[in-house]
């Protein structure tokens, strides 16, 4: 079975329904990432809806579950490797951390590669508490994912707005929120990717 026949895993906000908040959010956390690494003359890499799993793993399964951002770079002579997943609202927030941990059962983490979940205040508070707590299972078995706040500036009725599903939708709504409000969102998103750049180079 070929890679082209499988289809990607767009259930965390819906297949063609795709929230777009989460994909303008991943498209401007590229671009902070471009930012925060221009200074050293670094050029990273950029993958939208990545695969995670092997092939192999993806014919057993018989989709290719995706994340939201893959970003690569080389940093001081290593290989960095930083995935991203934005929950937005999804009703599972486990079901992210868990297909990492799934694909950790056909290779280890790479040394510079880390995990990414940014939870937003739109997920219900239990259930983005047990994803936390799924995440820190892992870290204590040494994998190395970190949970993250997705858009703290953001309230829950803004997030919810702003999850719509067409771009145009989206472009709309957010042109007539002040301009303090969209500003407010892209620093949310240079910080994490610069917490997300820490924790690939420092472990921190």
């Given at each position: 079975?070929?890679?082209?026949?499988?289809?990607?895993?767009?259930?965390?906000?819906?297949?063609?329904?795709?929230?777009?908040?989460?994909?303008?959010?991943?498209?401007?956390l590229?671009?902070?990432?471009?930012?925060?690494?221009?200074?050293?003359?670094?050029?990273?890499?950029?993958?939208?809806?990545?695969?995670?799993?092997?092939?192999?793993?993806?014919?057993?399964?018989?989709?290719s579950?995706?994340?939201?951002?893959l970003?690569e770079?080389?940093?001081?002579?290593?290989?960095?490797?930083?995935?991203?997943?934005?929950?937005?609202?999804r009703?599972?927030?486990?079901?992210?951390?868990?297909?990492?941990?799934?694909?950790?059962?056909?290779?280890?983490?790479?040394?510079?590669e880390?995990f990414v979940?940014?939870?937003?205040?739109?997920?219900?508070?239990?259930?983005?508490?047990?994803?936390?707590?799924?995440?820190?299972?892992?870290?204590?078995?040494?994998?190395p994912?970190?949970?993250?706040?997705?858009?703290?500036?953001?309230?829950?009725?803004?997030?919810?707005?702003?999850?719509?599903?067409?771009?145009e939708?989206?472009?709309?709504?957010?042109?007539?929120?002040?301009?303090t409000?969209?500003?407010?969102?892209?620093?949310?998103?240079?910080?994490?990717?610069?917490?997300?750049?820490?924790?690939?180079?420092?472990?921190?």
């Amino acid at each position: 079975m070929s890679r082209r026949s499988f289809h990607r895993d767009r259930s965390r906000s819906g297949g063609d329904l795709v929230g777009q908040l989460a994909r303008w959010s991943a498209q401007e956390l590229g671009n902070s990432f471009v930012e925060l690494l221009k200074p050293r003359g670094v050029v990273p890499s950029l993958r939208f809806e990545a695969s995670v799993f092997p092939d192999s793993l993806c014919e057993e399964v018989g989709y290719s579950p995706a994340a939201d951002l893959l970003v690569e770079y080389r940093w001081e002579q290593e290989s960095v490797q930083i995935w991203i997943e934005l929950e937005v609202s999804r009703a599972d927030p486990v079901a992210n951390p868990a297909k990492f941990l799934v694909a950790f059962s056909e290779r280890s983490p790479r040394p510079g590669e880390v995990f990414v979940f940014a939870i937003s205040r739109a997920v219900q508070k239990g259930r983005a508490a047990l994803c936390r707590r799924f995440v820190e299972m892992m870290r204590m078995r040494g994998f190395p994912v970190f949970a993250e706040e997705y858009l703290p500036s953001a309230t829950e009725y803004l997030i919810g707005r702003l999850n719509v599903r067409t771009r145009e939708e989206f472009d709309l709504l957010l042109a007539k929120e002040p301009e303090t409000v969209t500003r407010a969102l892209k620093e949310d998103l240079r910080g994490l990717a610069s917490r997300a750049h820490s924790y690939a180079t420092t472990g921190k």
